[in-house]
């Protein structure tokens, strides 16, 4: 069953871009599959949102980053301010975790018959363009191409499934 009276979100459209714009930049992915992830999403079968990260803490996020001892070659000083910049980015964009799902015939699905489709701690937009784009869509399309599919590629409805069993 299509999906299309469902909108395509503006986050999946964007992952659309970030992945055209890395195969453009010579990133080692592959032509075939982004093609395959970015049909799926227009068609529907897959999409990717972002939420709020409620469980980051900076010392994750920062890592040794902004650390005098590890990074020796720069300045500390200029390690501070760009500490305090990094701080007050995640204060103006936040931090969210990405989570991809796939479309069941009825409803979105985000846990159930998919893994390896969730990952957190991206400050702002930076999960566009961070390698993970692909890794996250394909495990939806992974688990959207283990449901029973037409003739076309769309799932059946689960509804209508058990009504054609019982007639």
Same mark, same amino acid.
């Given at each position: 069953?299509?999906?299309?009276? %469902?909108? @395509?979100?503006?986050?999946? !459209?964007?992952?659309? /871009?970030?992945?055209?714009?890395?195969?453009?930049?010579?990133? +080692?992915?592959?032509?075939?599959?982004?093609?395959?992830?970015?049909?799926?999403? %227009?068609?529907?079968?897959?999409?990717?949102?972002?939420?709020? *990260?409620? $469980? &980051?803490?900076?010392?994750?996020?920062?890592?040794?980053?902004?650390?005098?001892?590890?990074?020796?070659?720069?300045?500390? !000083?200029? %390690?501070?301010?760009?500490?305090?910049?990094?701080?007050?980015? @995640?204060?103006?964009?936040?931090? &969210?975790?990405?989570?991809?799902?796939? &479309? $069941?015939?009825?409803? &979105?699905?985000?846990?159930?018959?998919?893994?390896?489709?969730? @990952?957190?701690?991206?400050?702002?937009? *930076?999960?566009?363009?961070?390698?993970?784009?692909? +890794?996250?869509?394909?495990?939806?399309?992974?688990?959207? !191409?283990?449901?029973?599919?037409?003739? *076309?590629?769309?799932?059946? *409805?689960? %509804?209508? /499934?058990?009504?054609? /069993?019982?007639?």
């Amino acid at each position: 069953m299509s999906n299309e009276n %469902l909108s @395509i979100n503006a986050y999946s !459209k964007t992952a659309i /871009k970030a992945l055209a714009k890395q195969l453009d930049t010579g990133s +080692q992915l592959n032509v075939q599959g982004v093609e395959e992830l970015t049909r799926a999403i %227009l068609a529907g079968k897959i999409r990717v949102e972002a939420h709020a *990260d409620n $469980t &980051w803490r900076y010392e994750e996020l920062a890592g040794d980053v902004f650390n005098p001892e590890v990074n020796k070659d720069l300045c500390p !000083k200029q %390690l501070k301010r760009e500490e305090r910049n990094f701080k007050a980015r @995640i204060q103006r964009a936040g931090v &969210w975790f990405v989570e991809s799902s796939y &479309w $069941t015939g009825r409803s &979105w699905e985000s846990i159930e018959g998919i893994s390896d489709n969730a @990952i957190g701690g991206f400050v702002g937009a *930076d999960f566009f363009g961070s390698g993970y784009e692909y +890794q996250i869509l394909e495990a939806a399309l992974i688990a959207y !191409k283990k449901q029973d599919l037409d003739a *076309d590629g769309y799932v059946i *409805d689960p %509804l209508r /499934k058990a009504v054609e /069993k019982v007639a």
